[in-house]
């Protein structure tokens, strides 16, 4: 009689099978990809602090962008007050001469602390009203003397030449 035990046995397995199924239907119809679910998926994640993020990120820039300028400027100001000279050699400047500006007057610019040491000249800045723009007249550098000495030397840059 090997029958009558199997018959059994597969009542028992279909119904823990039965009640397995029970208990794993709610889960699965929970995990289930409904085309809601679906559409949420592809959807782009959206940072809902995005704009407090991104202004916060601009300020971070401006910030640092504010202290570099003020960090340059303290050393071009450091640097000047010494009158661009040559540590090592305070006869000697670390200016260089640049003279291929499209207006034609030469420049300086200091090795040392990278100041472009301008004559006086025009820039032209953005105008709404004018297409010309607006012409704005840049004085003339306070260091630009050593241009000057430079040009009336013939060399080059003040590191070679004692002035
Ligand atoms: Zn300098």
Redesign the pocket.
């Given at each position: 009689m090997p029958e009558k035990p199997e018959k059994n046995e597969s009542d028992v397995v279909a119904k823990t099978v039965e009640a397995v199924m029970a208990t794993l239907a709610p889960i699965l119809k929970e995990i289930s990809l409904s085309p809601e679910k679906i559409e949420a998926i592809r959807r782009p994640w959206v940072d809902p602090n995005q704009a407090e993020t991104e202004r916060k990120l601009r300020e971070q820039m401006a910030n640092d962008e504010k202290r570099g300028r003020a960090k340059n400027k303290a050393v071009?100001d450091a640097?000047?007050k010494m009158g661009?000279r040559h540590p090592q050699d305070p006869t000697k400047n670390?200016v260089n001469i640049i003279r291929n500006f499209h207006d034609g007057q030469s420049r300086g610019i200091?090795q040392?602390?990278l100041?472009i040491i301008q004559p006086l000249h025009w820039e032209i800045y953005y105008d709404d009203k004018d297409p010309n723009g607006r012409r704005v007249a840049i004085p003339e550098d306070e260091d630009y003397y050593i241009v000057r000495q430079l040009e009336s030397t013939g060399a080059n840059s003040g590191f070679g030449t004692a002035i």
């Open positions: 071009q640097c000047a661009h670390t200091c040392r602390c100041k």
